[in-house]
């Protein structure tokens, strides 16, 4: 088994109180170990044999790390690897973008659930103005900008077409995503939680598919105003989305490797050696693959 992406997080910590937040990060941390940009280029390189193309950096919020530029320069200097990416609440972006553009980074993806300020405020603790300068500052450093807007009833729904408006001003893809269900009852999600069927109704009407769904956990995707709309849909739990499709595998900010479904409760760790590294790789996508032959026949 071959796995064409890898998600790295590189910590745990955070700088917003969303509170919508499953924990990506925090939840699967058990030591207080952090990996070096050095272990990390180690790591990486040994999964470009089982077919790691693309990286994803997150966290917790990566770039509270003062050494992620190193990170990524490291990982994109990697024969093999053809992009390396990242995921960022967006709050420090204005003041990274230009490094980490020189490092070799090809996109950010920021979370940008609204344009309200108040309401920026409300779902994040944060302000709403250091994002906007980020996402400016991202363009103008040449990076690919897509923003990721969780859709929560109630409070932002309205804001679907702002988003694609913004987008389409600024040049930037967007993906609308389904409000996880956490693993404990919520009242957050049983107040906020709605299904995206209407807006990929709209999306339709008012744009062109450019990829259609063939089951019911590939992300449409269509171009409305000239943006590159994406619909994350199929969300049902922290375990993040349920097909076997996203069974993807991510690197934790500890030094372990596990499924990208958030639930997963085995990790395999990564120990400092190449061969234990190969073998890691192998005992952790032979798990994986043991979770998707369950999840094809549920």
Not at 17 to 38: F, I, K, M
Not at 79 to 84: E, N, T, W
Not at 163 to 177: K, T
Request: glycine letters at 10%; charged letters at 30%; one cysteine or more.
């Amino acid at each position: 088994m071959q796995i064409p992406s890898l998600r790295v997080s590189v910590t745990h910590r955070c700088n917003l109180r969303c509170t919508y937040c499953h924990g990506e990060g925090a939840r699967e941390v058990r030591s207080d170990r952090r990996l070096s940009p050095a272990e990390i280029e180690r790591i990486v390189r040994a999964g470009t044999a089982f077919g790691v193309r693309k990286v994803k950096l997150t966290g917790g919020e990566p770039l509270l790390r003062r050494d992620v530029a190193e990170v990524v320069r490291r990982l994109a200097a990697l024969q093999g690897i053809a992009g390396v990416t990242l995921t960022t609440n967006g709050v420090l972006l204005a003041e990274h973008a230009e490094e980490l553009s020189a490092a070799g980074l090809t996109r950010v993806n920021v979370s940008l659930d609204t344009l309200d300020e108040r309401l920026y405020f409300r779902l994040t603790g944060g302000e709403l103005r250091r994002v906007l300068a980020g996402v400016e500052a991202a363009l103008e450093a040449g990076l690919r900008v897509e923003l990721n807007t969780v859709l929560m009833r109630g409070l932002n729904e309205g804001e679907v077409w702002s988003m694609v408006e913004f987008a389409s001003q600024h040049a930037c893809s967007l993906q609308l995503i389904e409000l996880a269900e956490p693993a404990e009852s919520s009242d957050f999600y049983r107040r906020h939680h709605m299904s995206l069927d209407g807006v990929e109704r709209e999306l339709k009407r008012r744009g062109e598919v450019l990829r259609r769904r063939r089951s019911p956990h590939d992300r449409p995707v269509y171009l409305v105003q000239g943006v590159r709309v994406s619909l994350c849909t199929s969300v049902r739990s922290t375990a993040g989305c349920s097909g076997v499709r996203c069974s993807g595998l991510r690197l934790t900010a500890d030094g372990c490797l596990r499924g990208f479904r958030y639930s997963d409760s085995e990790r395999v760790e990564v120990p400092g050696d190449e061969e234990g590294i190969k073998r890691a790789f192998e005992a952790a996508l032979s798990m994986l693959a043991e979770r998707g032959d369950e999840l094809a026949g549920a």
